[in-house]
């Protein structure tokens, strides 16, 4: 088989996750992060004749990426792969699942307490936001100017004094008379490139966002508060 360009472009995301990987899934991939606070789905055009594990993602795709166009032929025993254009190989080892840090379910949870979407380059910004003020803190509040708003706050929640950066969301759908600060660390922020990213946030602190054909949940932070 030859590996979709889509799905190449899904297993260089997930190796900024977690180098560990099971694929063979019918019609989809999953990764999930060492810590257990990010976890991604994808559909993908690809179907693979068994399951297996791969213990080193980026190693894996270095060897395809040797090739210009490769071929995969499984191994009948579900031992190893061959990699190869024909003319040279690389004959590589599945790694056994059971060690491998990985997803076994989806997490099933509506996720719409609260609901926004950030173009990429407002992602962008909140990124850039972090950088310049070094923290990895992302609070999500409803707006001080009143109305269906929130903000999208980048601060040192441990600082008192710490200086903010505020983007203001009116894309969004607040379905909660609560009150709450979401707390995200940013560092989760690994998602694939797309012209929008769809949060969904539950008070259960599970946050899911929706980036082109891409689903990831993650963990907020313990610092999250939500008072109804």
């Not at 297993?11 to 990764?31: D, H, K, V």
Request: with cysteine; hydrophobic share 35%; proline share 3%.
């Amino acid at each position: 088989m030859n590996l979709n360009p889509q799905t190449i472009e899904v297993l260089n995301n997930y190796q900024t996750i977690n180098s560990n990987i099971a694929l063979g899934e019918p019609g989809f991939i999953r990764t999930m992060s060492v810590s257990k606070t990010l976890m991604a789905k994808t559909n993908i055009p690809d179907q693979f004749p068994y399951e297996f594990g791969i213990y080193d993602l980026g190693e894996f795709l270095a060897c395809i990426n040797m090739f210009d166009n490769p071929t995969l032929a499984f191994d009948d025993n579900k031992k190893h792969l061959i990699i190869t254009d024909g003319i040279t190989t690389f004959k590589y080892f599945f790694s056994d699942k059971d060690i491998l840090t990985i997803p076994t379910k989806d997490i099933d949870l509506e996720c719409d307490d609260v609901k926004f979407t950030l173009t990429h380059d407002q992602l962008t910004q909140l990124r850039k936001a972090s950088a310049t003020l070094r923290t990895n803190q992302l609070c999500v509040r409803k707006s001080h100017t009143g109305g269906q708003f929130i903000e999208a706050v980048v601060v040192d929640k441990t600082n008192p004094t710490s200086n903010q950066f505020t983007l203001n969301v009116s894309n969004c759908s607040i379905n909660t008379t609560a009150e709450f600060d979401f707390v995200f660390d940013m560092n989760n922020f690994k998602f694939v490139n797309s012209d929008s990213y769809e949060f969904g946030i539950d008070k259960k602190l599970i946050a899911s966002v929706m980036a082109g054909n891409t689903k990831y949940w993650i963990a907020l932070d313990k610092t999250t508060t939500y008072k109804e």
